[in-house]
């Protein structure tokens, strides 16, 4: 088992940047997969990107080249670097894992532990 908790969010204009941190304990977070997803009010929860054990990574088409997932495993954290912000990145992101070790993906129902989540608000 593992506990998640978000940090980072914030209030950026558009073209900003922002890092957003998920901090992992109770386990190690290298030998989960790792994901971040968002849900925009009104809207279903999608996924961002997401890292397996291996740092095999996938990203969703509307962020790629613009945020990168990485893992910090020497302090349990799971990273999101956000370039380029847009008003349509406007969400609440989480932070999610899974104890398995093959390819990463973007299906929610996949994961078994969450965040409680964390605000990110661009204006345009």
């Known amino acids: 088992q593992i506990q998640l908790v978000e940090s980072g969010g914030g209030s950026v204009q558009a073209g900003g940047s922002l890092t957003l941190s998920c901090l992992g304990s109770?386990?190690?977070?290298?030998?989960?997969?790792m994901a971040w997803f968002r849900q925009a009010p009104g809207k279903e929860r999608e996924g961002v990107a997401a890292?397996?054990?291996?740092?095999?990574?996938v990203y969703a088409d509307s962020v790629k080249g613009r945020f990168t997932i990485s893992k910090d495993n020497a302090k349990n954290t799971l990273l999101l670097r956000m370039n380029s912000l847009i008003p349509e990145d406007t969400a609440m992101y989480y932070c999610a894992a899974v104890y398995v070790w093959t390819h990463p993906t973007l299906f929610a129902h996949e994961y078994k532990y969450w965040g409680q989540g964390t605000q990110v608000t661009v204006a345009a």
């Open positions: 109770g386990n190690s977070i290298e030998n989960y997969r």
């Open positions: 890292i397996n054990k291996y740092d095999t990574t």
